[in-house]
């Protein structure tokens, strides 16, 4: 999995049009101007819903992250290793391996929490410039962050991935092997994009996509 990550990583960076992320910012790209364009209020309330709502789901993940982040941390810390010990576990279960299993996942749900947060500091940081009244705000400002936002939104599904894919590693190697060949061809259908770019708009190769994972 982590190999082609740095495969989708490679794609998104240089040809962002053939990923479905990149072609999903391309229409951000093109909502954020049509907003900015418009003087119409309701179509502003519509647009900071849409943020809102963002919003509240990257911050509902990074809650449910950071719970399971201090039950795997209480778990840990309480030294209850021995239920994955059992013989009818296939694989090392020695109690340092165990450890070492757990301080993976815990650093994966730490890392979604984080990603999380910052699409939710992203999202409300839109929401404000969306929102200012009588001032010329760039759009390019407003579009990088909401790409920014959704860019860590994405990079913490991801983390949640691994962390599902860690999680499965307690049972084995077999397990953790079977379920990285199902998510890596299942994220390979899901994260292509085979539909061509409307021709009524460019695609800024170089604008906002390729730095949208700059912070």
Not at 26 to 53: C, G, H, P
Not at 159 to 166: G, H, M, R, V
Request: aromatic share 14%; charged share 15%; glycine share 4%.
């Amino acid at each position: 999995m982590f190999a082609y990550h740095l495969f989708l990583l490679h794609r998104y960076l240089n040809r962002p049009h053939k990923t479905a992320m990149g072609f999903e910012n391309f229409y951000r790209e093109i909502w954020v101007e049509k907003i900015m364009q418009t003087n119409k209020r309701d179509e502003v309330n519509t647009a900071l819903t849409v943020i809102s709502s963002n919003t509240t789901a990257a911050t509902t993940l990074a809650s449910v992250a950071l719970t399971l982040s201090s039950l795997i941390g209480a778990w840990l810390g309480g030294n209850a290793n021995t239920v994955f010990t059992s013989d009818l576990i296939y694989g090392d279960t020695r109690p340092a391996t165990i450890s070492l299993k757990y301080i993976c996942l815990l650093i994966c749900f730490l890392l979604a929490f984080s990603c999380f947060v910052q699409s939710a500091r992203h999202f409300v940081h839109a929401n404000y410039l969306i929102s200012t009244p009588d001032i010329d705000i760039a759009v390019e400002e407003v579009t990088r962050a909401v790409i920014r936002g959704g860019d860590f939104w994405s990079l913490g599904l991801r983390a949640l991935y691994f962390a599902l894919n860690l999680l499965l590693w307690f049972f084995g190697p077999i397990p953790m092997f079977v379920y990285s060949a199902v998510m890596v061809f299942l994220l390979h259908l899901l994260d292509s994009n085979t539909k061509p770019v409307p021709h009524h708009h460019k695609f800024q190769k170089n604008s906002h996509l390729r730095t949208s994972l700059i912070v």
